[in-house]
């Protein structure tokens, strides 16, 4: 039955719950920043001065369902929703798009007992602006939930480095710090990476840490190149609007 798993559980499997409309969800906003010029015309915008890239609002997500059979039953199914739905963070994934999942809080509102024959309700979600991919480029891949269309087959995963080792990394809308993982290391292994939007060149000794926030990878080709002897994955997890 189509309709939405929230944390662990389904709308549909768990609760009964049945959609009446399609999710709606709202557009992304992006967040400015613009500062007055007392000394000349127009202003100063300074949206994209500390990042180099648009930062965005939360988005809502309102979807409504019903709920049909015993009105006896039906009367205690509020509690349990109020229960679970108390704005616990958690991933979100729509039926129809099961590639992605969103990240948020749900709440229960708008709950309507006045039919003889069923219940209405909303369960509206504050979701982070991007939606992330199911799988990252470590897990291991489900076709069935694979969009052709937008979705990116990663294989990040035990990566020989001998020497030297150069990945490419599509990345996607949202800027994300990849992680690295190694294993059997002989030689220690460092990366060298070059960020085109703040225009540096970062070089990273990877032996003796896991992640680095030097690295962003950001929309379009990434280009990384591996220095060393053993194994790394690179742990990423692409998001889009």
Not at 79 to 105: A, C, K, V
Not at 120 to 143: A, C, G
């Amino acid at each position: 039955m189509d309709g939405t798993k929230y944390g662990g559980y389904h709308s549909y499997e768990k609760f009964g719950l049945l959609r009446s409309a399609r999710p709606v969800i709202s557009d992304p906003e992006v967040k400015t920043h613009i500062v007055d010029n007392p000394g000349a015309n127009g202003d100063i915008d300074l949206t994209t001065s500390l990042t180099g890239v648009p930062q965005y609002k939360n988005r809502t997500i309102t979807e409504s369902y019903i709920v049909r059979g015993d009105r006896r039953q039906r009367e205690h199914l509020p509690s349990r929703l109020y229960s679970h739905f108390d704005g616990s963070r958690e991933y979100i994934i729509i039926d129809n798009d099961p590639g992605y999942m969103w990240l948020g809080r749900s709440l229960v509102k708008g709950v309507d007992k006045s039919s003889e024959t069923h219940m209405k309700l909303n369960i509206v979600s504050d979701v982070e602006p991007f939606k992330y991919e199911r799988f990252s480029s470590i897990d291991d891949w489900e076709w069935d939930y694979l969009n052709f269309e937008t979705g990116i087959i990663r294989e990040y995963k035990d990566i020989y480095v001998d020497g030297i080792c150069e990945i490419e990394i599509i990345g996607t809308k949202r800027p994300s710090i990849p992680v690295f993982h190694l294993s059997n290391v002989t030689s220690d292994i460092s990366v060298e990476y070059y960020d085109g939007v703040l225009d540096r060149t970062v070089l990273a000794n990877l032996s003796k840490r896991e992640d680095t926030s030097d690295i962003i990878i950001r929309e379009g080709i990434n280009r990384l190149s591996f220095y060393g002897v053993g194994y790394v994955s690179i742990e990423y997890r692409g998001g889009i609007l």
